[in-house]
């Protein structure tokens, strides 16, 4: 087939769902073009500092092509390009795949015209993307103002809705009128966010030489986290966790990845500076896949306190899982297998069981177990095949 993606913004070095999805399509035989802007979200400018160029260009490791267009309208997020709908049907695609509609993007496609295409719209609303913006009321409403009435035109106009969270059906259901209600829920199909198994895997070779070249003994205690650093995730309770848990005589270190240079990162290193055991954390700032999932396979276990990507790239190299009990994230980890969850109050517990089964279990064998459970699951080659066998099906 010829799949057109169409996304707001399309950083392959970052490797969100849109870049996996557009290079497994492709590896599953089929042509790829990704329909896209020259822009990078406000949030990783100070990441990614090379300008993206305008124009089509093709992918030569991974096989897509990606046309990126010039926007008349870039803030935050949104961002709003003239021609899109032309050039998407230049490219006479069999399945049009629509990523983002709160970045205002792939409004012309939601035109209800006739059409020689399969429409599929993927969705991962969840409460932490919709409460980020509760603090700036008038930023709500108008950003409400834009984008509701874009979910109710994919709803309505979509040949399928793929929800990656189990909360994002309800959330949705919320923001669009009552009579489509019901078509949303007949049109979604549950999916997940996933891994790149090329990418994130298990070396047990490269377990024991991670964990020599940060001079950490493979019989102690290793959590991780990789995420950005800011102050709504509250690293604060983590690391004192971490501190008073040493405190006992026993030994665990953290390693923290996605660390900006601004006041957070500064202030978040020097409260971990004056840690009575400050030496077993280890502070990283935002790293490529390669060493990122180095680290990760120099752990033991890994923490996120939000719904993130970096959550299933740990899982892909076998480390079992703490998250936050949310609906978010409630279909991830199977309890007390390939992780735990905590209340909103229970951290500590939740953290001390992990601990206290890791300590008594055989590491390596529990990694091996679950990398394979994992890569089953949440690949994204499993992830890409579901879609395009659920998308081709007759209704």
């Known amino acids: 087939m010829k799949i057109a993606i169409v996304c707001g913004h399309f950083l392959p070095t970052m490797g969100y ?25 406000a ?61 205002l993007f792939p409004k012309p496609l939601l035109n209800g015209k006739k059409r020689a295409y399969q429409l599929i719209t993927l969705l991962g609303d969840n409460s932490d993307t919709h409460e980020s913006s509760k603090r700036k009321p008038i930023l709500d409403t108008i950003k409400s103002w834009l984008k ?20 994002t059906v309800s959330i949705v259901e919320k923001i669009i009128p009552q009579k489509l209600r019901p078509v949303l829920v ?11 198994i090329g990418k994130f ?27 950005r650093i800011i102050e709504e995730k509250r690293f604060e309770n983590v690391i004192n966790f971490v501190d008073d848990y040493n405190k006992t005589g026993k030994v665990l270190h953290y390693v923290i990845i996605g ?29 490529d896949h390669e060493n990122v999932r180095e680290l990760y396979l120099s752990a033991d ?29 409630s279909h991830i980890v199977n309890e007390g297998e390939t992780g735990w969850y905590f209340n909103e109050n229970e951290f500590v517990p939740a953290i001390e069981k992990a601990v206290h089964h ?26 890409a095949e579901g879609i395009i066998t659920d998308s081709t099906l007759p209704d």
């Not at 990507?309 to 949310?326: D, K, Q, Y």
């Open 43 to 103: 949030y990783l400018n100070a990441i990614l500092q090379e300008p993206l160029q305008q124009g089509v260009k093709t992918n030569a490791k991974d096989g897509y092509t990606i046309t990126r267009l010039k926007p008349w309208f870039s803030v935050g997020q949104m961002v709003i390009c003239n021609g899109l709908e032309d050039k998407v049907l230049e490219f006479e695609p069999n399945l049009v795949l629509v990523i983002g509609l709160g970045k």
């Open 17 to 41: 769902m849109e870049v996996y999805l557009a290079k497994e399509f492709f590896k599953l035989g089929h042509e790829v073009n990704v329909f896209t802007s020259d822009r990078v979200p």
């Open 201 to 227: 895997f298990l070396s047990e070779e490269e377990c024991k030489s991670g964990r020599e070249k940060l001079n950490i003994p493979e019989d102690d205690l290793l959590l991780i986290t990789a995420t």
């Open 186 to 196: 007949e049109k979604s199909i549950n999916i997940s966010l996933g891994f790149d």
């Open 259 to 287: 660390f900006f240079e601004d006041d957070y990162g500064k202030q978040l290193k020097q409260f971990i500076q004056e840690k009575e055991f400050s030496s077993r954390f280890l502070c990283f700032p935002f790293l």
């Open 301 to 329: 276990f890994a923490y996120f306190p939000s719904a993130v990507i970096s959550i299933f790239e740990a899982m892909g190299t076998g480390l079992p899982i703490v998250l936050p009990n949310r609906a978010n994230v």
């Open 148 to 167: 509701h009435p874009l979910y109710a035109k994919a709803v309505k106009y979509s040949d399928h809705i793929f929800s990656y969270t189990p909360e």
């Open 358 to 383: 890791l300590s008594q279990t055989d590491r390596p064998k529990l990694k091996r177990k679950l990398a394979e459970i994992n890569k089953t699951k949440y690949s994204y080659s499993k992830i």
